[in-house]
Nanobody, 127 residues
């Protein structure tokens, strides 16, 4: 079992940067593949970025490649999402997710594959 809590969201202007954190408690953080998802009002939740257990592999949605960076610090039980050049369409609730992974190279991009979720943090980008 793992508990996840996101932080770092807020209201920013177009072009600004923001960094999100996801802190995990419970089982050993390094056993979990992790990801960020987001959900805008009226839209389905969508994949943003994923990272493998030890951070050696990452994957991004096409819409955020080159704009967002996912990382993790297993010693701090924390995953991060650094977001730059934010646009109005980045406005959404951002959620971190975790899944116990057998392989250190496993990358999961589907919402249905993740078992544990945080409550989310809101990012609002004003135009």
């Amino acid at each position: 079992q793992v508990q996840l809590v996101e932080s770092g969201g807020g209201l920013v202007q177009t072009g600004a940067s923001l960094s999100l954190s996801c802190v995990s408690s419970g089982r050993t953080f390094s056993e979990y593949a992790m990801a960020w998802f987001r959900q805008a009002p009226g839209n389905e939740r969508e994949f943003v970025a994923a990272i493998s257990r030890v951070g050696s592999m990452t994957r991004y949605a096409d819409s955020v490649k080159g704009q967002f960076t996912i990382s993790r610090d297993n010693a701090k039980n924390t995953m991060y999402l650094d977001m730059t050049t934010l646009k109005f369409e980045d406005t959404a609730g951002y959620y971190c997710a975790a899944k116990l992974a057998m392989s250190t190279r496993q990358i999961l991009t589907s919402e249905s594959e993740y078992r544990y979720w945080g409550p989310g943090t809101q990012v609002t980008v004003s135009s």
